[in-house]
Nanobody
Framework: QVQLVESGGGLVQAGGSLRLSCAAS????????MGWFRQAPGKEREFVAA????????DYADSVKDRFTISRDNAKNTVYLQMSSLKPEDTAVYYC?????????????????WGQGTQVTVSS
């Protein structure tokens, strides 16, 4: 079992930055690939970014590439999402997730555990 707790969401103006954190406890964090997803009202949950268990590989949705950076600190059991140049269309609840499979994934079905989410609102 893994517990994931997101933090760092809030209200920011367009063009601003936020850093989300996800603290993990339970099953070995350092053996899990980690992902960030988001869900806007009335829309399906969508992939944002993922990072391999070692931090050596990352993957990003085209909509956030070059604006968002995913990273992890295995000593602190924490994964981060640095978001810059935020746009109103980035407004959503952001979810952290853990994947104990062999590969990074972009689909919700690839992930075994989920946090409760943190709200990010970008005003224009």
């Amino acid at each position: 079992q893994v517990q994931l707790v997101e933090s760092g969401g809030g209200l920011v103006q367009a063009g601003g930055s936020l850093r989300l954190s996800c603290a993990a406890s339970g099953r070995s964090f350092s053996s899990a690939h980690m992902g960030w997803f988001r869900q806007a009202p009335g829309k399906e949950r969508e992939f944002v970014a993922a990072i391999s268990w070692s931090g050596g590989s990352t993957d990003y949705a085209d909509s956030v590439k070059d604006r968002f950076t995913i990273s992890r600190d295995n000593a602190k059991n924490t994964v981060y999402l640095q978001m810059s140049s935020l746009k109103p269309e980035d407004t959503a609840v952001y979810y952290c997730s853990a994947n104990f499979g062999r590969f990074l994934g972009r689909y919700t079905g690839n992930y075994d555990y989920w946090g409760q989410g943190t709200q990010v609102t970008v005003s224009s």
